[in-house]
């Protein structure tokens, strides 16, 4: 199971930490990813992390602002945004799965990813 939390009004330039609490079973095990969706328009995938090699995947709107991290211990991923943009406004999802399918490592698909939260909006306006 995978709930977020953080999400929230924010406005433009600042800062928000979202964490997804992952439970059920060990989060190195699997690759992980955030993905947002603005209504009526199609997925994006901001930020994803590998499982094997901790190799990170930005979207490009969003390379130099997200940081995207997790904890084993405390089986928790991070999306750390920074300098945020109305455009960045969406329902952010965190997912796990496996591992990041090869040459598609983030897709708005979500290629890899088999377990997906319910989402948390973020709010970016004055």
């Known amino acids: 199971q995978l709930v977020e939390s953080g999400g929230g009004l924010v406005q433009p330039g600042g800062s928000l930490r979202l964490s997804c609490d992952v439970s059920g079973s060990t989060l190195d095990n699997y690759a992980t990813g955030w993905f947002r969706q603005v209504p009526g328009r199609a997925r994006e995938g901001a930020a994803c992390?590998?499982?094997?090699?901790?190799?990170?995947y930005y979207e490009d709107s969003v390379k130099g602002r997200f940081i995207i991290s997790r904890d084993n211990v405390k089986n928790m991923l991070y999306l750390q945004m920074n300098s945020l943009k109305p455009e960045d406004t969406a329902v952010y999802y965190c997912?796990?799965?496996?591992?990041?399918?090869?040459?598609?490592?983030?897709?708005?698909?979500?290629?890899?990813?088999?377990?997906w939260g319910k989402g948390t909006l973020v709010n970016v306006s004055l």
């Open positions: 997912a796990a799965g496996p591992e990041l399918d090869s040459g598609y490592e983030c897709h708005p698909k979500g290629y890899g990813m088999d377990y």
């Open positions: 992390l590998s499982r094997s090699d901790d190799t990170t």
